[in-house]
T-cell receptor, first 110, second 109 residues
């Protein structure tokens, strides 16, 4: 199993641009999550999903959107990039409690 | 609201010395607590969970409900233990994890 994969690994965006961060898992997990990791701030939950077709907001959802059309995929959309969205983004999946993380996407907005 | 606090952002010890990474939590119910670790240039991974009462890589953590703490301990630190450590809590009725801010552990030779 590849586990949780994320693309791209790195991206630089200009202010106001849009992009989608891709996340795929091959473990047939129902739960999926998006976090952002800022230096000294730990991980903050952006959005999560408990199954295909069901999504919900986490702590810091503003400026992001998600969809969950399949069990495997959970893309994160940034519509109008802002410098405050410069961060490392992690996707994760789980069955119950243990979460499996992807390698992360480092995003810079200038 | 549930909250996890890791009071030390940075912790530095010498190889062979004992190490303790502190974690305190606030949660009104009965929590499930975890330690996750992120080695340099690697993805975050589960180190241990309190319900399994395991020792992983020499690390142990005991849940102290009276002090609402879940400190991570190792009697003899190794250089390969250098990493970022996150304490996390999940409400027993759900799956969402709440993470602490992390402690960067450096083990010096």
């Amino acid at each position: 199993n590849a586990g949780v994969t994320q693309t791209p690994k790195f991206r630089i965006l200009k202010i106001g641009q849009s992009m989608t961060l891709q996340c795929t898992q091959d473990m047939n997990h129902n739960y999926m999550y998006w976090y952002r990791q800022d230096p000294g701030m730990g991980l903050k939950l952006i959005y999560y999903s408990v199954g295909a077709g069901i999504t919900d907001k986490g702590e810091v959802p503003n400026g992001y959107n998600v969809s969950r059309s399949t069990t495997e995929d959970f893309p994160l959309r940034l519509e109008l990039a802002a410098p405050s969205q410069t961060s490392v983004y992690f996707c994760a999946s789980s069955v119950v409690y243990e979460q499996y993380f992807g390698p992360g996407t480092r995003l810079t907005v200038t | 609201a549930q909250r996890v606090t890791q009071p030390e952002k940075l912790l530095s010890v010498f190889k062979g010395a004992p190490v303790e990474l502190k974690c305190n939590y606030s949660y009104s119910g009965s929590p499930e607590l975890f330690w996750y670790v992120q080695y340099s240039r690697q993805r975050l991974q589960l180190l241990l969970r309190h319900i399994s009462r395991e020792s992983i890589k020499g690390f142990t953590a005991d849940l102290n409900k009276g002090e609402t703490s879940f400190h991570l301990k190792k009697p003899f630190a190794q250089e390969e233990d250098s990493a970022m450590y996150y304490c996390a809590l999940v409400e027993t009725s759900g799956s969402r994890l709440t993470f602490g801010e992390g402690t960067q552990l450096t083990v010096n030779p």
